[in-house]
C-alpha cells in the first residue's frame, strides 16, 4: 500500500516570509513519482511539479523550490518571499506501479498568505 | 489548448435520485480519471478509463459507475444519492495513463451538494 501524509493541516504566513509545506509518503516500489498540486479556492488542481524516485536534484521554479530526499521518504516544497496569491491548499501525491499508477494524495496543507 | 472541463459546475439533488457528470479531457488525452473531495476524507481515486475500458478502479460502491466515449470524453453516474455522496467531484485527464510519469490535469470540478 501506499500513503502519503502532510502533518501540517494549516500554516499562516506574513506576505514576504518563507515557508516549507512538508510532505513524508511509504511506498514499497523502487519506482515512482511524487507530485505537488494547487488548489486555489476556486477548485481546480493546478499542477506543479513531478519528480521520479530516482532523481534527487533540488529543483527551483522562480519563488518555488523543491527537496526531494529518498533517505527520508521527503518530498518537501518551499515557497520564497510568499505572496498572497499563493494562498491555497496544496496537495502532495504519490503514483507507483503497485496502485497501477493512481494518485495517492495527502490531506492537504491550507496556507493562508497575510498581506 | 483547452483544459480539462467538467459540467455542470454546481449541482444539487436530493436523496435517492441520480446524477450524471460530465468530463471533456484535454485535446489528445485519452485517461480520465475521477476523483472524490471531501473534507473527511480528502482526495479519493473512485476510477479510470482508457480507450473506453475502465482500467482501474478505487473503493467505491457499485452505485458509482463511469464510462468513455470513442472522443474520450467521460462521465461518471451516481445513483441513488446518499447525503454522504456531497462532495466536489474532479476529473483529470492525462495522454495515456499507462506511465507513472504521466502528468495528471485536473479540470474545475463538479460541486453536488445531496439534500
Known amino acids: 500500500a501506499q500513503k502519503v501524509t502532510q502533518a501540517q493541516t494549516e500554516i499562516s504566513v506574513v506576505e514576504k516570509e518563507d515557508v516549507t509545506l512538508d510532505c513524508v509518503y511509504e511506498t514499497r516500489d523502487t519506482t515512482y513519482y511524487l507530485f505537488w498540486y494547487k488548489q486555489p479556492p476556486s477548485g481546480e488542481l493546478v499542477f506543479l511539479i513531478r519528480?521520479?524516485?530516482?532523481?534527487?536534484q533540488n529543483e527551483i521554479s522562480g519563488r518555488y523550490s523543491w527537496n526531494f530526499q529518498k533517505s527520508t521518504s521527503s518530498f518537501n516544497f518551499t515557497i520564497t518571499a510568499s505572496q498572497v496569491v499563493d494562498s491555497a491548499v496544496y496537495f502532495c501525491a504519490l503514483s507507483s506501479l503497485s496502485a497501477n499508477s493512481k494518485l495517492t494524495f495527502g490531506k492537504g496543507i491550507t496556507l493562508s498568505v497575510r498581506p | 489548448k483547452a483544459g480539462v472541463t467538467q459540467t455542470p459546475r454546481y449541482l444539487i439533488k436530493t436523496r435517492g435520485q441520480q446524477v450524471t457528470l460530465s468530463c471533456s479531457p484535454i485535446?489528445?488525452?485519452?485517461?480520465v480519471s475521477w476523483y472524490q473531495q471531501t473534507p473527511g476524507q480528502g482526495l479519493q481515486f473512485l476510477f479510470e478509463y482508457f480507450s473506453e475500458t475502465q482500467r482501474n478502479k478505487g473503493n467505491f460502491p457499485g452505485r458509482f459507475s463511469g464510462r468513455q466515449f470513442s472522443n474520450s470524453r467521460s462521465e461518471m453516474n451516481v445513483s441513488t444519492l446518499e447525503l454522504g455522496d456531497s462532495a466536489l467531484y474532479l476529473c483529470?485527464?492525462?495522454?495515456?495513463?499507462?506511465?507513472?510519469?504521466?502528468?495528471?490535469?485536473f479540470g474545475p470540478g463538479t460541486r453536488l451538494t445531496v439534500l
Open positions: 485535446s489528445g488525452h485519452r485517461s
Open positions: 519528480r521520479n524516485s530516482f532523481d534527487e
Open positions: 483529470a485527464s492525462s495522454l495515456a495513463g499507462t506511465s507513472l510519469s504521466d502528468t495528471q490535469y
